[in-house]
């Protein structure tokens, strides 16, 4: 299974970034919750409000916009991901320099539907 980081995580029922979080989870997969809010995400897994050191990422997965993505950017390469997915509304061309120049594989998709279609 894959482990992902999601920036942008939230104890908000509404909010796709909750779904995916429990999602994820369902599917087996590890999840690091990354975001500003406290409280927990699907299946009880607590938000992470700091910048921890995270071995053996697979995947980041995005929830933020592109203008709150700034402070999120180095901390994300240093993670040295296999992928990140920008999913609708994160889409960064600035961003996507960076990771290109870094040699890391991103793609403009949704988690949420990756899952559904087994993608993921």
């Given at each position: 299974?894959?482990?992902?980081?999601?920036?942008?995580?939230?104890?908000?029922?509404?909010?796709?970034?909750?779904?995916?979080?429990?999602?994820l989870t369902e599917n087996?997969?590890?999840?690091?919750?990354?975001?500003?809010?406290?409280?927990?995400?699907?299946?009880?897994?607590?938000?992470?409000?700091?910048k921890p050191h995270i071995?053996?990422?697979?995947?980041?997965?995005?929830?933020?916009?592109?203008?709150?993505?700034?402070?999120?950017?180095?901390?994300?390469?240093?993670?040295?991901?296999?992928?990140?997915?920008?999913?609708?509304?994160?889409?960064?061309?600035?961003?996507?320099?960076?990771?290109?120049?870094?040699?890391i594989f991103f793609e403009?998709?949704?988690?949420?539907?990756?899952?559904?279609?087994?993608?993921?």
């Amino acid at each position: 299974m894959k482990k992902t980081v999601i920036i942008g995580a939230t104890p908000n029922p509404s909010r796709y970034a909750f779904f995916a979080a429990q999602r994820l989870t369902e599917n087996g997969h590890e999840i690091i919750p990354l975001g500003i809010k406290k409280g927990e995400v699907g299946n009880g897994v607590k938000i992470i409000n700091e910048k921890p050191h995270i071995d053996n990422v697979d995947t980041v997965t995005m929830y933020v916009g592109p203008g709150h993505q700034e402070k999120w950017m180095d901390y994300i390469i240093s993670l040295k991901p296999k992928r990140i997915i920008f999913n609708p509304g994160t889409e960064n061309e600035v961003f996507y320099e960076k990771l290109r120049q870094e040699n890391i594989f991103f793609e403009e998709a949704c988690t949420l539907v990756m899952l559904s279609a087994k993608t993921y």
